[in-house]
């Protein structure tokens, strides 16, 4: 310390009655000493404050009260709209156009969305907050229009409801976890029971009101729907026919490092030539009587009769109105360097019937399988056998082996039955099998099936066609769709929406 400063020092020890310097150090070790303890005790208390912070913040009670989205002056928290959220990413993954972008990798369900692209300007993440606010748009308006109405969740409703929580909890057992943890591994750690079971409810009763709606107000007369298959019979008719398609691309030609040569215009017309004049000799072939896929084969091309009114060329051609049986022609591809040998035999409307099947769902769950062992198609068709093989011979005998056996949630407390099951409703093995010629009331039948990825078999009982034909079901089906998603629009766009941005990084 300075002469100064312990001159100062002295004067305010002095000015304090202090006048022994023993005493007046002794006093000035105690204020630091005193300081000392204040500060540790200030940094203690610091510590105990952020431990309990982060415990809080960790549980999700902060996010589980904040706002991520307002619509028309209600807010809806984090975890309600991860609700949605995950919802959203479920049906996508679910329908046909999220196998296709997940087996194509443009979707991986390993990796952090928010890292995915979608399109240009848009993260995966994005996109699933897009739906997850649209749809929270619609329920919002739905369940106020429902209650405005006083139309609410009946006994039928709330144990359906009741169903779906038990078959959530069910499952959660299955995978080892509570029902809180469950509800977290899927819709994020901010979820809680009550939360989520609030979500479903409103979803249900918007649903029913969607329903109520639809069934008073897209009904439509058989004219109506007449007249919508003659504007859009291209859809809905069915072409007996058949195509070749001959290739006209050079054959390809790699240098001595194997990289591949692009071909020069000459090869590229030359081979195009080539394909015509193959083409042409196949057409002659057929017009003398030889069979078209034989030849096809003989020729190295392609032979196929699966004929749609978006096929490029040939579906252009087949569905001309002009068209009549026999016609036959070469069409040319300029655009995928390929000619087509096309043939027309008849044009009809898809008179398919619908069908009500019952059906026992076996899979991998059915079987008593080591740990990490994967169930194979001689160990389902086993089961399924072993089942069907206990069958005393009646429907409703079946109906019981299937609550008992079946692992489909959509029917295995109905006695695996679905009703009025319409065309391209069911994966082609399982439809095959019931439009299969001379099928009869109470055949019965193993199915099995490997194409959604997931081995499994189908313990087949037929009860019957139905009477509506599938172009009248498809064309009906398709105006409800039309006017239905138009009415939903309407709906989600009577309500605002206002995104909380610190809420919404929450969830994903």
């Given at each position: ?47 105990v404050v952020v ?15 904040q706002t991520a ?162 504007e859009n019979k ?275």
């Amino acid at each position: 310390m300075s002469a100064s400063r312990e001159k100062k020092k002295r004067q305010e020890l002095l000015s304090s009655g202090v006048v022994d310097p023993k005493a007046a150090r002794a006093a000035e070790q105690r204020a630091a000493e005193r300081k000392s303890n204040i500060l540790y005790g200030t940094i203690a208390v610091v510590f105990v404050v952020v431990a309990i912070a982060l415990v809080v913040y960790n549980s999700g009670v902060i996010q589980r009260r904040q706002t991520a989205v307002t619509i028309d002056g209600e807010s809806y928290t984090v975890p309600e709209t991860s609700y949605y959220y995950w919802q959203s990413y479920q049906n996508f993954l679910n329908s046909e156009m999220g196998s296709i972008y997940a087996a194509l990798g443009m979707l991986n369900t390993n990796v952090s969305l928010k890292s995915q692209s979608y399109t240009e300007d848009q993260t995966w993440d994005d996109y699933f907050k897009e739906q997850a606010v649209d749809t929270m748009r619609f329920v919002h308006a739905a369940v106020a229009a429902a209650n405005q109405a006083g139309l609410t969740l009946d006994e039928e409703d709330q144990a359906s409801l009741d169903a779906s929580i038990s078959s959530m909890k069910a499952s959660a057992a299955q995978n080892g976890y509570s029902y809180k943890q469950y509800l977290n591994a899927v819709y994020g750690a901010t979820m809680t029971s009550s939360i989520y079971e609030s979500c479903a409810k409103d979803m249900l009763l918007a649903t029913k009101y969607a329903n109520q709606y639809a069934d008073e107000n897209f009904v439509y007369s058989e004219d109506e729907i007449t007249a919508y298959y003659e504007e859009n019979k291209n859809t809905y008719d069915l072409i007996d026919g058949a195509y070749v398609t001959v290739s006209g691309l050079p054959e390809a030609k790699t240098d001595a490092d194997g990289n591949a040569i692009e071909a020069t215009d000459e090869e590229k017309a030359a081979a195009l030539a080539a394909a015509k004049e193959t083409a042409d000799a196949i057409l002659a072939a057929y017009q003398e009587g030889e069979d078209l896929e034989s030849l096809a084969e003989r020729n190295g091309a392609s032979y196929s009769t699966s004929i749609s009114a978006s096929g490029a060329v040939y579906g252009e051609w087949f569905y001309d109105s002009a068209r009549r049986a026999g016609d036959a022609a070469v069409l040319e591809n300029t655009s995928g360097s390929s000619y087509y040998v096309a043939v027309f035999n008849s044009r009809q409307r898809d008179e398919a019937l619908d069908y009500s099947v019952r059906h026992i769902l076996v899979t991998a769950e059915s079987l008593n399988l080591g740990e990490g062992e994967e169930a194979t198609e001689e160990q389902l068709r086993a089961k399924a056998q072993e089942i069907l093989d206990s069958w005393d011979g009646t429907e409703d005998g079946f109906a019981s082996l299937a609550n008992q056996n079946s692992k489909d949630p959509g029917s295995n407390t109905n006695g695996g039955l679905y009703e009025n099951v319409a065309k391209n409703t069911m994966v082609a093995s399982f439809q095959d099998w019931c439009y299969e010629p001379g099928r009869q009331s109470g055949d019965t039948g193993i199915v099995y099936d490997a194409s959604t990825g997931t081995p499994r078999a189908h313990v087949m009982y037929f009860v019957g066609y139905g009477d509506t034909q599938y172009w009248h079901y498809a064309c009906e089906n398709d105006m409800i769709t039309r006017d239905a998603a138009d009415w939903q629009n309407s709906v989600r766009d009577s309500v605002t929406a206002q995104m909380d941005e610190k809420g919404m990084n929450q969830i994903g």
